[in-house]
T-cell receptor, first 114, second 114 residues
């Protein structure tokens, strides 16, 4: 079955530690995205990538980093510089980079930092 | 720049009653509009989309939305809701020149009661 996988489902970390969230897709999509979801705030774009080895900052990139070494993978690192990292993180992908296509979402990772 | 407003954060409704979830957008370019549904602790699933053509679009589970350019709206409607429709609903807008990015509203929690 094609789709997007995110692991793990739940992640717990101590304050001051970096943590990497995994996102893999087998849909052969060009573009991938990372969103952060907080109650009452909808989805906010962190980073996105339209092709391998290239990515752009979204609206709330501070304290996060990404890489796109393979078409299928787009890991997100939450660094210790992110002031309020506890949130639900969603990865998405879409088919084309030059046309508006719908985004497909993974199941999400809930990160709790204490 | 584009934006989405979902005025209602929560909408309670009795089972078998009709419902309308409101979405208004702002964009300076041609728009593409989407409704997504999210069940607790899951990713977002595409419900329906407007890309071009007929302004009335339908989903397979009875929801419909109408693109109204003059009122810059894309309200979601269902004539008779079921308990299983209880979820959070997000409206999203994308526009040409936006790099395939979507802007999401803050979501509307639909609660269907017996």
């Amino acid at each position: 079955d094609g789709g997007i996988t995110q692991s793990p489902k739940y992640l717990f970390r101590k304050e001051g530690q970096n943590v990497t969230l995994s996102c893999e897709q087998n849909l052969n999509h060009d573009a991938m995205y990372w969103y952060r979801q907080d109650p009452g705030q909808g989805l906010r774009l962190i980073y996105y990538s339209q092709i391998v080895n290239d990515f752009q900052k979204g609206d709330i990139a501070e304290g996060y980093s990404v890489s796109r070494e393979k078409k299928e993978s787009f890991p997100l690192t939450v660094t210790s510089a992110q002031k309020n990292p506890t949130a639900f993180y969603l990865c998405a992908s879409s088919l084309r980079r030059s046309t508006i296509y719908e985004q497909y979402f993974g199941p999400g990772t809930r990160l709790t930092v204490t | 720049a584009q934006s989405v407003t979902q005025l209602d954060s929560q909408v309670p409704v009795f089972e078998e009653a009709p419902v309308e979830l409101r979405c208004n957008y702002s964009s300076s370019v041609s728009v593409y509009l989407f409704w997504y549904v999210q069940y607790p602790n899951q990713g977002l699933q595409l419900l329906l989309k407007y890309l071009s053509g007929s302004t009335l679009v339908e989903s397979i589970n009875g929801f419909e939305a109408e693109f109204n350019k003059s009122q810059t709206s894309f309200h979601l409607r269902k004539p008779s809701v079921h308990i299983s429709d209880t979820a959070e609903y997000f409206c999203a807008v994308g526009g040409t020149g936006g790099g395939n990015k979507l802007t999401f509203g803050t979501g509307t929690q639909l609660k269907v009661e017996l």
